[in-house]
């Protein structure tokens, strides 16, 4: 008798065990469903937001190049071809890279602009004899003569209507820079084989100036005539000119995706070489940069 009570008991046990583990499994269901449910909701309302902020950038494109368009256009009234070919190129990048549909009366405004423009633009002139790449090319500042440097070391002088004044043997090494000074008297040339080469405007070689140890490439004159900047070095300033006001400024361009402003006024000179001499000055001559101020 007690033996089938305690068996009795048992599946009694055993039976609310296995209710309490469906009640349990079905929890679990509905909260793993209700889990699902979130992440598909939270997918679809991240998609949606994704799909507006493409469908607004999309739009904003597509409105950049309207409004490049109408630039292309104004420029075209205005008379001015190559602005409006900038303009209409931009347009076009903008509408290569944005969904179009819907949007063909813009994308053929923008390919009629550019029609146009290309039949307004016409080549002057085409100055052939360099037998190399042509690297720098610089007008003298009445326009009258053309200076283009080449990667063989030659110069060539042209006459703005292409005619050939004359070829100079330059350099030795790659022209990197031409540039006449502002008064036109003077062409500079740069290059690579260290140098810094004056000509008169007729091709008559001045002077040459053992410049730099590494390759120039770079020349600029002041203002005034009466300064020639130049810069050298691989890797180094690709790019220089000096400030309209003459020598209190110098800027540089570099391959390094900076431009460096200089100033050129000694005062300002001395001062920031003696703040990077202060240490040595105390332990040296303390009074030299203050007798160098003074004078």
Not at 7 to 21: P, T
Not at 25 to 54: D, L, P
Not at 85 to 107: M, N, P, V, W, Y
Not at 179 to 187: E, K, N, Q, R
Request: charge should be negative.
């Amino acid at each position: 008798m007690e033996a089938a009570q305690k068996l009795a008991q048992a599946q009694i046990e055993a039976r609310q065990a296995a209710e309490q583990r469906a009640k349990q499994e079905i929890k679990a269901r509905k909260a793993a469903q209700i889990t699902t449910g979130v992440a598909v909701v939270s997918a679809v309302i991240v998609s949606v937001i994704g799909f507006i902020a493409y469908i607004q950038q999309q739009e904003a494109k597509i409105q950049t190049a309207k409004a490049l368009t109408q630039t292309a256009e104004t420029f075209l009234v205005s008379r001015k071809p190559f602005d409006a070919l900038i303009a209409g190129i931009k347009a076009a990048r903008e509408l290569q890279t944005s969904f179009r549909f819907g949007h063909s009366d813009i994308l053929n405004q923008t390919k009629a602009v550019m029609l146009v423009t290309a039949t307004k633009i016409s080549e002057f002139n085409r100055l052939q004899g360099h037998e190399a790449w042509v690297s720098a090319v610089s007008f003298s500042p009445d326009g009258e003569v053309l200076a283009s440097a080449s990667s063989d070391g030659i110069v060539r002088l042209w006459r703005k209507d292409g005619t050939p004044i004359k070829t100079l043997e330059a350099h030795e090494a790659w022209v990197s820079a031409v540039s006449f000074s502002p008064d036109g008297s003077v062409l500079a040339s740069a290059s690579y084989d260290g140098t810094v080469r004056l000509w008169k405007k007729d091709g008559t070689p001045i002077k040459t100036l053992e410049a730099h140890e590494d390759s120039v490439n770079a020349v600029s004159f002041s203002p005034d005539g009466e300064v020639l900047a130049s810069a050298s070095g691989k890797g180094g300033p690709l790019g220089i000119s000096i400030s309209i006001s003459g020598l209190e400024l110098l800027g540089f361009g570099s391959n390094d995706n900076t431009v460096r402003l200089w100033s050129w006024d000694l005062n300002v000179l001395v001062d920031s070489h003696c703040n990077w001499l202060q240490d040595y000055l105390k332990t040296q001559d303390q009074d030299f940069c203050d007798y160098i101020k003074e004078k």
